[in-house]
């Protein structure tokens, strides 16, 4: 904009010179400079005249202020507050409608053990991830009481500052035994516990593949990690390839960007929402071809798979070390609260300082940790047996049950004969989320009301990176008889024939 | 550069009583950091890094022994799992002195504990247990103020009885198979503590700021987040997707200025206006020991027509003439509060967390929480100490228990921090709140002081950097009810000797000591410098 107005000067003092030179074009180019001294003392007065007053223009257009064309446009204080006065803001939250399905829960009065006395009727429990049925255990609970006795209840502080206590050390020791690692950490929840160990590793720039059906805590890690997330196709390890692949290629592109970019593989041992195992095999090679890091979590396999209950790893007989970091909850198995991470020291003991959940968050009341270490003992007791397995003669329990619900007309189950909680999904949807879960609720409603407890599968909807169909959770635990198991089947089966039509 | 701001944003006790949203003083200092402290303290930390390369060098050359953990041989040639400079914080400065963190305790936090005696011989890299425990610590580390960390008494005998009946696993969540009776009890009684509408709780208090504020805000809306707030909210808002910006430490000018901003300028580049701003405050920040400035927070985010969301870790149970925290505190009305999020670990010797607020609010996160959805519900050992403990502060309980704690935490915490100050150390933070951080600065102090307090019986928090700045470095006593005024003395005099040895009373503010005034306006002047 400025040169647009000192344009016109600037051609007019050249046209000058032009002007002069030419008159003297007789003059060689080295005597330029002398000769333009001279030619202003020989030109005319008025050319001089003309001359100084473009110079001192060109020096005013120079050192003047730019301007812009528009006014300014900032605001007056006036200005301001009308328009401080004017903004509506949306409400906190938007109203819940009073019939929101989520809204009535189902209220439990005893405690949430086998039989289970929900909304006042008394049921088998169908429903909650008591696999080994230890949240019964009187062992436990008496372990749990005398550990209150001593420490109290709350542990009044993070693990760092008086909130480490003796029998913290004691479980981690004993969980790193367990798993066969070099070390555990544990968290107080079991849901912050993979959402922690993710971003304690994984930061921007890395890249981190994961299963579509990852639960949400794996979801949740990941948003907090920042990194670039790759989603491959539920158990496709041709898929997963694929991306492998396309980031090998990538990575030629740019070698001295690929020397820093951390990937890893985020995966679940049995995934929760699609009751499934997870290829660990295939995945381990994968690791080891393309040099990915494998996170593994194991909350619905850990106690559950493998001839001591230690999950995915020892279900394939996977070399423990293969897998960079196993993390799982104490709250399904071991029927505890809490989570716990396991790997080699030099990976887990980065969390200790890393991991947010571990680092600011209260550590887990002792008495859990008592009854958790109370139940690694008894699930350690009968060596070379995994009590899922045992306790039911060695009928894996959930076959039982599947062989039971595959007869359902209506309904679909979803899952491996092997997993402990299957889903049952609706064979021909209405169309309509909504009207799936009410027709799914019924189904639930009238096993309740024939004394059996199951649930929905809840999800936030709009959250969920890919939301599993709407379906009924059955959990299978060593407690069941096979009496209520099939009484179990049957059940749904009526409900099935009846609601379904 | 953060630092000097924040040097320049404290300067002296400021005092606010002419402020007419006061209904009591308002005393808070930060003192500033002498010149002299500060150059040392970079000095320091100077000579750590200079040595902490020496030694990186060293364990290169295999000159010095190398205890770190190693990757496995077969995955050498993956890329490295940490920077190398990611850790040499931790290998070269943390480790000097990690013994002073993660003391294990081998009974009850209360007013005094027992700890487990560790020993090294790897200079800290590895902690060997000796068996033996040293009794009859003065517990001036954990967090619990009303002193309900107890293994006898009302709470724990009626937390007794629920484990035996009912375990201590839950199995399921909220949604689905883990909604109790006792729980909704207990969010009842949580409700009418703190006088409103309806209540929720939660499992783990970090994960109740984590896992609601993204149900509260999203793409959009702002959040205006103290810079000095936890980890937890912090990672809240960024889960939450929404915008977020930083004010200074309960610094009312800077807040106003970004909710003006915030509301005439709109979002950046499409200018759309917020959708909602959300202010994120804590009751008492736990590192500074300072109390929210709530009236003023009340009075702007009524005038922007913004939310709150006020996080009382600290501040529940522990302020307030009846525990109710920093709203009761400063007199106000727990309804000009959008969301109240409060911790059980702290004040009630449980676990977990709340929300409180509206119905509607409540409602919605019902629905909406990704706590209650996807973890599992509150184990009910912790539900009943959590009922037994609010009981007996409201009085439910028939006796005068609760009520002569909170006055007698407020009488300690008045005392030490009055104490401290004459003994001529800096210590930080509001004159009511029962976190009390005083000054260390210098990085080798730090560990110093958390061992000659130990020798001395007494266990204290000693912090570093990164979670305070780099050259605050600081000791932090936690009050408790529990503590009787003899342990208190004790450890005053044990402090007063440390810091003598060490030479911590950097202080100078001249305080007259056992000077009893009176509130009385005139007594206390603004001092601006």
């Keep these: 904009m400025y040169f647009h107005y000192c344009g016109i ?142 420490y109290g209840v709350g542990t009044c502080g993070p693990r760092g500052f008086y909130g480490t206590f003796d029998v913290h050390l004691e479980l981690e020791e004993r969980l790193a035994k367990f798993m066969r690692t070099e070390e555990a950490i544990i968290y107080s929840y079991g849901f912050a516990t993979i959402a922690s160990a993710i971003p304690a590793y994984s930061k921007r720039g890395d890249i981190v593949f994961v299963d579509e059906a990852a639960c949400f805590s794996i979801q949740k890690g990941l948003q907090a990690s920042r990194s670039f997330v790759k989603y491959f196709k539920h158990n496709d390890m041709e898929d997963l390839e694929r991306l492998l692949k396309e980031q090998e290629i990538e990575d030629q592109k740019n070698p001295r960007k690929a020397r820093v970019i951390r990937r890893f ?137 599947y062989g039971g619900f595959c007869r359902t007309p209506g309904l679909k189950t979803v899952g491996e004969p092997l997993t402990p909680a299957l889903h049952l999904q609706l064979e021909n949807s209405t169309g309509s989320r909504t009207n799936d879960l009410k027709l799914l609720r019924a189904i639930v409603d009238y096993s309740l009301d024939r004394q059996i407890a199951l649930t929905l599968a809840r999800y936030l909807d709009k959250e969920e990176r890919f939301l599993p169909p709407p379906s009924i959770r059955v959990v299978v635990t060593v407690e069941q008889t096979q009496e209520e198991m099939e009484k179990a089947a049957q059940c749904i089966r009526e409900a099935a024939v009846k609601i379904l039509k | 550069c953060r630092a000097r701001r924040r040097k320049e944003a404290r300067r002296g006790p400021r005092l606010c009583y002419t402020n007419h949203l006061y209904s009591r003083p308002f005393i808070e200092s930060f003192e500033e950091t002498p010149m002299l402290v500060a150059v040392l303290t970079y000095m320091g930390y100077g000579i750590l890094t200079i040595f902490g390369y020496l ?24 890329v490295p799992l940490y920077q190398d400079f990611e850790n040499f914080y931790t290998r070269n400065l943390y480790m000097r002195i990690r013994d002073s963190w993660n003391r294990p305790i081998y009974s009850v936090p209360g007013a005094t504990f027992d700890l487990v005696e560790r020993s090294s011989n790897d200079y800290n890299w590895t902690f060997e247990y000796t068996g033996r425990v040293v009794k009859d610590v003065i517990n001036l580390g954990s967090y619990n103020y009303l002193g309900f960390a107890e293994n006898t008494g009302a709470c724990a005998t009626a937390a007794g009885e629920v484990t035996v009946k009912f375990g201590v696993g839950m199995a399921s969540t909220r949604q689905e198979m883990g909604n109790l009776k006792r729980h909704e009890e207990l969010e009842k009684l949580v409700a009418s503590f703190l006088g409103v509408e309806s209540a929720m709780a939660f499992g783990m208090g970090f994960a109740t700021n984590s896992m609601n ?46 909710l003006r901003d915030a509301i005439v300028h709109g979002q950046p580049r499409t200018h759309r206006p917020w959708k909602k701003i959300l202010i994120l405050v804590e009751g008492i920040y736990s590192m500074e020991g300072s109390i929210i400035r709530l009236p003023e927070v009340i009075a702007l985010k009524k005038k922007y027509k913004a939310y709150l969301y006020l996080d009382e870790a600290h501040s529940i149970g522990a302020l307030g003439p009846y525990g109710r925290g920093v709203v009761e505190y400063f007199g106000l009305d727990a309804k000009d509060v959008d969301v109240m999020m409060g911790t059980f670990t702290k004040s009630f010797g449980a676990a977990g967390g709340y929300i409180a607020g509206r119905k509607d609010l409540i409602d919605y996160l019902r629905t909406h929480s990704h706590s209650a959805i996807y973890a599992t519900s509150m184990p009910l050992p912790v539900v009943e100490q959590i009922i037994t403990s609010m009981k007996c502060i409201m009085g439910k309980d028939g006796t005068t228990i609760g009520r002569s704690r909170i006055q007698r935490l407020a009488e300690n915490t008045v005392y030490f921090r009055r104490r401290l100050r004459e003994m001529g150390f800096i210590i930080y933070g509001n004159n009511d709140s029962p976190v009390v951080p005083m000054m260390l600065y210098m990085p080798a102090k730090i560990g110093a002081f958390g061992r000659e307090m130990l020798k001395r019986n007494i266990g204290v928090v000693v912090v570093g950097f990164p979670a305070t700045p780099i050259i605050e470095s600081r000791a932090r006593f936690c009050i408790s009810a529990a503590h009787t005024k003899e342990m208190l003395d004790r450890a005053l005099d044990v402090i007063s000797e440390v810091g003598d040895l060490l030479q911590l009373k950097y202080s100078r503010h001249k305080v007259l000591p056992s000077l009893d005034r009176p509130f009385d306006e005139t007594t206390y002047e603004e001092n601006e410098e």
């Excluded at chain 1, 200005?79 to 019939?99: G, N």
């Excluded at chain 1, 980065?350 to 690694?376: D, T, W």
């Excluded at chain 2, 990186?56 to 041989?73: L, Q």
């Excluded at chain 2, 980890?231 to 915008?243: D, H, I, P």
Aim: hydrophobic fraction near 40%; charge should be neutral.
């Design chain 2, 55 to 78: 030694r990186d060098f060293m364990r290169e050359w295999k000159i010095e022994k190398c205890h770190i953990a190693r990757e496995r041989e077969e995955q050498k040639d993956f």
């Design chain 1, 9 to 150: 000067p600037i051609l007019i003092f050249f046209c000058e010179r032009v002007k002069i030179y030419r008159r003297n074009n007789a003059i060689s180019h080295n005597k330029l400079l002398f000769q333009c001294f001279y030619n202003r003392c020989s030109a005319p007065a008025y050319h001089l005249i003309l001359e100084g007053i473009l110079i001192l223009w060109i020096i005013r257009l120079l050192f003047s202020k730019t301007y812009k064309l528009q006014e300014r446009s900032d605001l007056t204080e006036k200005e301001k507050e009308e328009l401080i006065e004017e903004w509506q803001p949306e409400p906190l939250v938007p109203l819940v409608s009073k019939d929101h399905p989520s809204l009535s829960y189902d209220v439990v009065t005893g405690p949430p053990s086998h039989r289970i006395i929900v909304n006042g009727k008394e049921c088998i429990n169908f429903a909650s991830f008591n696999f080994l049925g230890l949240l019964d255990s009187e062992r436990v609970k008496l372990k749990a009481l005398s550990s209150l006795k001593k």
């Design chain 1, 265 to 401: 593989i985020v995966v679940e041992g049995l995934y929760i929402n699609a009751a499934d195992i997870c290829p660990l095999p295939e995945l381990v090679k994968l690791k080891y071809k393309y040099k990915v890091r494998i996170f593994l979590e194991e909350s619905m396999s850990f106690g559950v798979l493998g001839e001591h209950g230690r999950g995915v790893t020892e279900h394939f007989g996977v070399n423990i070390d293969d897998i960079d970091l196993i993390s799982a909850n104490m709250e399904n198995a071991l029927a505890s609260i809490g989570g716990f991470c396991c790997g080699r020291s030099f990976v887990i003991d980065h969390q200790r300082l890393s991991g947010q959940g571990y680092c600011f968050s209260a550590s887990l009341p002792p008495m859990l940790a008592s009854a958790a270490i109370e139940a690694l003992n008894i699930m350690e007791e009968d060596p070379g047996n995994n009590i899922y397995i045992h306790k039911n003669k060695c009928i894996l329990p959930s076959s039982l049950i």
């Design chain 2, 213 to 258: 504020i993204p149900a509260l805000a999203g793409k959009g809306c702002l959040i205006l987040s103290d810079e000095l707030n936890h980890a937890s909210l912090v990672l809240g808002a960024r889960l939450s997707g929404s915008t977020i910006r930083v004010f200074k430490h309960n610094n009312m000018q800077s807040l106003e200025k970004l």
